[in-house]
């Protein structure tokens, strides 16, 4: 089992950054952040392979958000930069645990992620 803490959010003005972490407690294959806004569908954001280091993004964050892990804290990061209010969501840490629910490993963006974090609020106003 493992368990999945995040922190980081906030509420900052277009064009802001923001750093959220998610700290893991056991072995993973994965892990990405995903986000949901009030009356949407959860959507992925950014993925790494936390033993191949490959990293994925969505289109909408793409050259804005960088994915990064720190191995010996067990912990991954999402820096988000140049923040738009549509950017607005929930964010939750999501992380594999099994290789078999990676059919593209080492990438990570289409996997089964079996485990999830609670969310940390994420707010840009305009």
């Known amino acids: 089992q493992v368990q999945l803490v995040e922190s980081g959010g906030g509420s900052v003005q277009t064009g802001g950054s923001l750093r959220l972490s998610c700290l893991a407690s056991?072995?993973?294959?994965?892990m990405g952040w995903f986000r949901q806004a009030p009356g949407k569908e959860r959507e992925g954001v950014a993925f790494?392979?936390?033993?191949?280091?490959?990293?994925d993004y969505a289109d909408p964050v793409k050259g804005r958000s960088t994915i990064s892990q720190d191995n010996a804290k067990n912990t991954v990061y999402l820096q988000m930069n140049s923040l738009k209010p549509e950017d607005t969501a929930t964010y939750y840490c999501a992380a594999v645990t099994r290789l078999a629910l990676v059919p593209g490993y080492p990438r990570c963006q289409d996997a089964r992620y079996n485990y999830w974090g609670q969310g940390t609020q994420v707010t840009v106003s305009s």
């Open positions: 790494i392979s936390t033993r191949a280091g490959v990293t």
């Open positions: 056991g072995s993973t294959y994965c």
